[in-house]
Each structure stands twice: as structure tokens, then as C-alpha cells.
């Protein structure tokens, strides 16, 4: 059973700055980890994404600039840097594995969720 635990969300002023966490359970890797956000009554996004073999990454043009995904393979982690925070970026933001399909963006093309941190910039 594959576990994806996420942590770090909370409150925030705009302009300040969040670091998420998320930690995969130790029997499983993945070989592309994804962050996703979801606002109330907003389809789920990709935020950014991660190859476990090059850490090559890919953004959200939302997050360009703003956001940093890294990988830490030994402790089983992927982290989101985020900084600049903008109202915008309130939402509940999810932890995705093991990736298949096209496209890193889609929510349908990953087959394990977290549960979600929540983000509340004001």
C-alpha cells in the first residue's frame, strides 16, 4: 500500500514563503513525482513535477520563477519551495506518484494521491 504523506502548508502573509513536504512510503519509488493544487470550486492543476532519475522539472506557468520542486531520493521525499506567495495561490495542495500518460499536468495521469496541505495566503 503506497502512502504519500504531505506537510508544511499554513497561513501566510503575500509575499512570504512556504515550504511543502511530502513523504513516500518507504517500499515504493516513483519515477516522476508531481505537486497539484486545488481552490474551492477550481479544477485540480499541476503545480510542478519531478523525474526521479535526472531531477529534470517541469512548472506551471503560475509557478515559474516562484516555485522550486526537489527530490531528496535517500529520504524518500519531494519538496515545494514556494516563494513570493500571492492570495492566488491559496488552495489545498497535493502530492501525486507514480506517473503514466502524456501529460505531467493531468490529474487523471497519476495513480497515488496524499491527502492534501493546505495553503492560505492573505
Known amino acids: 500500500h503506497v502512502q504519500l504523506v504531505e506537510s508544511g502548508g499554513g497561513s501566510v502573509q503575500a509575499g512570504g514563503s512556504l515550504r511543502l513536504s511530502c513523504i513516500v512510503s518507504?517500499?515504493?519509488?516513483?519515477?516522476?513525482m508531481g505537486w497539484f493544487r486545488q481552490a474551492p470550486g477550481k479544477e485540480r492543476e499541476g503545480v510542478a513535477r519531478?523525474?526521479?532519475?535526472?531531477?529534470?522539472?517541469r512548472y506551471g506557468d503560475f509557478a515559474k520563477g516562484r516555485f522550486t520542486i526537489s527530490q531528496d531520493n535517500a529520504k524518500k521525499a519531494v519538496y515545494l519551495q514556494m516563494n513570493s506567495l500571492k492570495p492566488d495561490d491559496t488552495a489545498m495542495y497535493f502530492c501525486?506518484?507514480?506517473?503514466?500518460?502524456?501529460?505531467?499536468?493531468?490529474?487523471?495521469?497519476?495513480?497515488?494521491w496524499g491527502q492534501g496541505t493546505q495553503v492560505t495566503v492573505s
Open positions: 519531478i523525474y526521479d532519475d535526472d531531477h529534470s522539472t
Open positions: 501525486a506518484a507514480d506517473f503514466r500518460g502524456d501529460s505531467w499536468s493531468r490529474p487523471s495521469n497519476y495513480r497515488y
Open positions: 518507504a517500499t515504493y519509488s516513483s519515477y516522476c
